[in-house]
């Protein structure tokens, strides 16, 4: 459902209609999972093929598969919302699964690389997967860097849209071109009376992006960006 959003194919309303689905019936905090289908199959016909060999709740059969649990996530933060966003990312985060010693005993997997997989039904729900191995680590260096944070390049152009939580007042990234350094800070402000602007030196920019040049210098970039009231992002 996810990738109704990331590809921009869907209308807003669909998009608005799919996400909302995917809080609804995929997402079960208090196992801090994010499912990949549900229900799962077990016995029903037309068999959906390799999927049905794995336990229910397990894998690709209703359990989560981290890949998808990430482009949900990049697709709620495409959206500007960031409450969700920020809810499901912390639900992915290894770290949050071992913060106690009855987090530990029940994810039985390292809580510092992610797991490709985690279960969803019980008696195991909640459990990690496999680790050391899932192609879901990129994409989930991708979601934070580039969904929450905001930091994109395309070519030689270098924009900043972040996604992070309204009492978020600034942050900083340092960025390397080749051999030259940007220096970025974001800055995010609740006065109504600031205005959104991007500033390379000093400058105040024309455009939303920064245009990248490897002369080897250092680059300060200042990001302000202004938080609606009625908006989340």
């Given at each position: 459902m996810g990738w109704s959003v990331l590809s921009g194919v869907a209308s807003e309303k669909r998009m608005h209609m799919a996400m909302n689905a995917v809080s609804e019936h995929l997402v079960q905090p208090e196992d801090s999972?994010?499912?990949?289908?549900?229900?799962?199959?077990?016995?029903g016909k037309p068999d959906p093929g390799y999927i049905q060999a794995y336990v229910p709740g397990v894998r690709e059969n209703g359990g989560q598969y981290t890949h998808a649990a990430v482009w949900s996530v990049m697709a709620f933060a495409a959206l500007a919302d960031t409450e969700r966003t920020w809810q499901l990312l912390a639900m992915l985060n290894p770290i949050n699964h071992g913060s106690s010693p009855d987090s530990v005993?029940?994810?039985?997997?390292?809580?510092?690389?992610?797991?490709?997989?985690?279960?969803?039904?019980?008696?195991?729900a909640g459990r990690g997967g496999w680790t050391w191995y899932s192609g879901s680590a990129g994409w989930m260096?991708?979601?934070?860097?580039?969904?929450?944070?905001?930091?994109?390049?395309c070519a030689d152009k270098l924009s900043i849209e972040p996604c992070i939580p309204r009492d978020w007042t600034s942050y900083k990234m340092n960025y390397r071109f080749g051999e030259t350094?940007?220096?970025?800070?974001?800055?995010q402000h609740s006065d109504t009376h600031a205005s959104s602007r991007l500033l390379l030196d000093g400058v105040v920019q024309d455009s939303a992006f920064i245009a990248l040049v490897d002369d080897k210098a250092e680059h300060r970039v200042e990001a302000h960006f202004v938080v609606e009231k009625n908006n989340q992002h």
């Open positions: 999972v994010i499912k990949l289908l549900a229900p799962p199959f077990d016995k005993a029940l994810y039985k997997t390292e809580p510092y690389v992610l797991a490709s997989d985690v279960y969803a039904l019980e008696p195991h260096y991708r979601l934070i860097v580039e969904s929450v944070l905001g930091l994109r390049r350094a940007y220096l970025i800070e974001v800055l």
